[in-house]
């Protein structure tokens, strides 16, 4: 399979332990994004990289996210001190950075559940 | 703030009616805008439309975007219950901005 992967598929985890998430996307595609989606929401933007810089991050990734893409192919995203708002989907989409607009590809995702 | 809209937010049909679902945006930096479907995982990609007044059909689906109003609609015709998703429409700037979809129910 070629596509983009995310592991674990699904986390539980008590309030405040930290968790991990891992993305390998598409070889090619130089372009990373991590996205959060909860229920009846359309995702929500977290932070994109392309190759190894980090571009942009948004307001809603608080100082208890971090996201790295250290050698340009896979990224991980790390959630410190999980709280129960963190419960969501986390999906990683990867693309070709260029001048014409291409879609992304997403993977299938990584639930988090915070009890 | 670049923002994407979508309505209706929900929608409940019968096999073989035609819907149509609508997205409008104001964002910077517009490159396209993207309609995607959604079930219980991943969304899938349906569309990508660049230029105005150019619809892109596939199917039984449909799509097109009017630059100058900001808005784009997509057109299912003789849906069926395996329509029955989140349809969500995304505008592409450096990244993706998401509307927070329509979800469509069809019964038979």
């Known amino acids: 399979d070629t596509g983009v992967s995310q592991d674990p598929r699904h986390k539980i985890t008590k309030r405040g332990q930290n968790v991990t998430f891992r993305c390998d996307p598409i070889?090619?595609?130089?372009?990373l994004y991590w996205y959060r989606q909860t229920l009846g929401q359309g995702p929500e933007f977290l932070t994109y990289?392309?190759?190894?810089?980090?571009?942009?991050k948004s307001r809603l990734l608080s100082d208890r996210f971090s996201a790295e893409r250290p050698k340009g192919s896979f990224s991980t995203l790390e959630i410190q001190r999980t709280e129960q708002g963190d419960s969501a989907m986390y999906l990683c989409?990867?693309?070709?950075?260029?001048?014409?607009?291409?879609?992304?590809?997403f993977g299938e995702g990584s639930r988090l559940t915070v009890l | 703030e670049d923002k994407v809209v979508q309505s209706p937010l929900s929608l409940v049909v019968h096999e073989g009616d035609t819907v149509t679902l609508n997205c409008s945006y104001e964002?910077?930096?517009?490159?396209?805008l993207l309609w995607y479907k959604q079930e219980k995982k991943a969304p899938t990609f349906l569309f990508m439309l660049?230029?105005?007044?150019i619809e892109k059909k596939s199917g039984r689906l449909s799509s097109i975007l009017d630059k100058k109003e900001l808005f784009s609609i997509l057109n299912i015709t003789a849906t069926q219950t395996g329509d029955s998703a989140v349809y969500l429409c995304a505008v592409r700037t450096d990244k993706l901005i998401f509307g927070t979809g329509t979800r469509l129910q069809v019964f038979p």
């Open positions: 989409a990867s693309s070709i950075s260029g001048g014409f607009p291409g879609e992304l590809f």
């Open positions: 964002v910077t930096n517009f490159r396209s």
């Open positions: 070889s090619e595609h130089n372009r």
């Open positions: 990289f392309q190759n190894e810089a980090q571009l942009e």
């Open positions: 660049t230029s105005s007044g």
